[in-house]
T-cell receptor, first 110, second 114 residues
């Protein structure tokens, strides 16, 4: 699986957009970019995934660069409940095993 | 749907004891997974299964065993518990198909071995 690099922590003001970056320079052609989050000690929660096109759902938007070497998860209007560890993971396609790194701790401040 | 359920929620074991962590999913997913998460770390894959009767090792399988006799259930067995197995254990399941997939996680079992 390709490895990912994320900042260990970020802060965001409540109501503002949170933009979480991820580098995955060794991603292969059939690998997807997945984002999960983990609130406190709960089980991880799926957010969004994409292959090469930008994606949007009710939770977030995923922007993938044209060369697919990096991506950004956007939470358009962060709330206090979005405080969590966010994991960027590359995998899927023909390989269904995901590798979780340490992720980014996003703290949303009032 | 209940999704992925895990029992027990908490357990304290003495060194050398054994136990089985239960995991059940009601989404008819073929794929199931067991992860462990140590404090401040990401999740590490212990075992996974691609269908009933088929299991395979993940990144950290030593000290654990699994079985998959039904689509719904994927129990994780700890034999001869050691303090290094103190962790939070998460079970997950997924459907696979074209277009990628998402894994659904259970609430976790917090295990302490003393």
């Amino acid at each position: 699986d390709a490895k990912t690099t994320q900042p260990p922590s970020m802060d965001c003001a409540e109501g503002r957009a949170a933009n979480l970056p991820c580098n995955h320079s060794t991603i292969s052609g059939n690998e997807y970019v997945y984002w999960y989050r983990q609130i406190h000690s709960q089980g991880p929660q799926y957010i969004i995934h994409g292959l090469k096109n930008n994606e949007t759902n009710e939770m977030a938007s995923l922007i993938i660069t044209e060369d697919r070497k990096s991506s950004t998860l956007i939470l358009p209007h962060a709330t206090l409940r979005d405080t969590a560890v966010y994991y960027c993971i590359v995998g899927g396609g023909s390989n269904y095993k995901l590798t979780f790194g340490k992720g980014t701790l996003l703290t949303v401040n009032p | 749907n209940a999704g992925v359920t895990q029992t027990p929620k908490f357990r304290i074991l003495k060194i050398g004891q054994s136990m089985t962590l239960q995991c059940t999913q009601d989404m008819n997913h073929n794929y199931m997974y067991w992860y462990r998460q140590d404090p401040g770390m990401g999740l590490k894959l212990i075992y996974y299964s691609v269908g009933a009767g088929i299991t395979d090792k993940g990144e950290v399988p030593n000290g654990y065993n699994v079985s998959r006799s039904t689509t719904e259930d994927f129990p994780l067995r700890l034999e001869l518990a050691a303090p290094s197995q103190t962790s939070v254990y998460f079970c997950a399941s997924s459907y696979t198909g074209t277009g990628g997939y998402e894994q659904y996680f259970g609430p976790g079992t917090r295990l302490t071995v003393t």
